[in-house]
């Protein structure tokens, strides 16, 4: 039996105060097995973006239970749910969020040593290696296009090797070519480390990739929660009706 990476149960979720306020997710039910790769779709602001937050512990539902990994995040203090995120999940975004004034090593390297990683250098060296950037080593984000700048943010989520990578449209900002070797990229690092895979993107043709999709529709998942019912338990229950 496939081993659960991540449980949300009845997760809700409001941004913003009074008439301001959205009540962005609405009592969300989602399973995800370990080793899976998801793509998460749906219109622009259908939720998706908030639930892959919550997801990745940067947004803390008002209500409802987050487990990743056997670790219920809801019961967390800021300071636990930053520790076990640093530790187990590792986050690409659709625009890099790579420190101007850092090398690409220096990108990779500094949350290593924010999580007192013993060599934490040779091990962001290794990964921009293996991202096919060993000869960018010593270049800040302004000498790199996008698509190494995204394989620099790759590789910084690659580095303390988590058991979940989360990707928020992470060919978005890419033309067609570098975005689909950004994707073979981060799907053959998916692969190859066994990691599950929870990823946002309004690319039909990147989603269809993914082994299943979770489809978001006004603050609900409409469907691949991973809680529909089989075929064979929909087939019983109307036998014995």
């Given at each position: 039996?496939?081993?659960?990476?991540?449980?949300?149960?009845?997760?809700?979720?409001?941004?913003?105060?009074?008439?301001?306020?959205?009540?962005?997710?609405?009592?969300?039910?989602?399973?995800?097995?370990?080793?899976?790769?998801?793509?998460?779709?749906?219109?622009?602001?259908?939720?998706?973006?908030?639930?892959?937050?919550?997801?990745?512990?940067?947004?803390?539902?008002?209500?409802?239970?987050?487990?990743?990994?056997?670790?219920?995040?809801?019961?967390?203090?800021?300071?636990?749910?930053?520790?076990?995120?640093?530790?187990?999940?590792?986050?690409?975004?659709?625009?890099?969020?790579?420190?101007?004034?850092?090398?690409?090593?220096?990108?990779?390297?500094?949350?290593?040593?924010?999580?007192?990683?013993?060599?934490?250098?040779?091990?962001?060296?290794?990964?921009?290696?293996?991202?096919?950037?060993?000869?960018?080593?010593?270049?800040?984000?302004?000498?790199?296009?996008?698509?190494?700048?995204?394989?620099?943010?790759?590789?910084?989520?690659?580095?303390?090797?988590?058991?979940?990578?989360?990707?928020?449209?992470?060919?978005?900002?890419?033309?067609?070519?570098?975005?689909?070797?950004?994707?073979?990229?981060?799907?053959?690092?998916?692969?190859?480390?066994?990691?599950?895979?929870?990823?946002?993107?309004?690319?039909?043709?990147?989603?269809?990739?993914?082994?299943?999709?979770?489809?978001?529709?006004?603050?609900?998942?409409?469907?691949?929660?991973?809680?529909?019912?089989?075929?064979?338990a929909s087939l019983s229950k109307v036998a014995s009706a």
């Open positions: 039996m496939a081993k659960t990476m991540i449980e949300l149960k009845n997760a809700d979720l409001t941004l913003g105060q009074a008439a301001a306020s959205v009540h962005v997710l609405k009592g969300m039910d989602l399973v995800i097995d370990a080793g899976e790769s998801v793509g998460i779709v749906g219109p622009s602001g259908s939720g998706k973006s908030t639930l892959l937050m919550v997801l990745a512990g940067l947004e803390r539902l008002d209500s409802g239970e987050i487990v990743i990994d056997g670790t219920p995040l809801h019961g967390l203090s800021e300071d636990r749910v930053a520790e076990f995120r640093g530790r187990n999940i590792g986050i690409v975004f659709q625009s890099f969020h790579l420190i101007p004034n850092m090398t690409a090593l220096e990108n990779v390297a500094v949350p290593l040593e924010l999580a007192n990683v013993r060599d934490a250098f040779e091990i962001a060296r290794q990964e921009l290696i293996s991202v096919g950037l060993g000869e960018r080593l010593s270049h800040y984000p302004g000498q790199l296009s996008g698509g190494e700048q995204q394989r620099v943010a790759i590789a910084r989520a690659l580095a303390p090797s988590p058991k979940l990578l989360i990707a928020d449209e992470p060919t978005g900002n890419l033309d067609g070519e570098t975005g689909k070797q950004v994707a073979d990229l981060i799907f053959s690092k998916q692969a190859e480390r066994d990691m599950t895979l929870v990823l946002v993107t309004h690319d039909t043709a990147l989603a269809a990739r993914c082994s299943r999709q979770v489809r978001v529709r006004s603050g609900e998942i409409v469907s691949g929660s991973g809680h529909e019912p089989s075929v064979s």
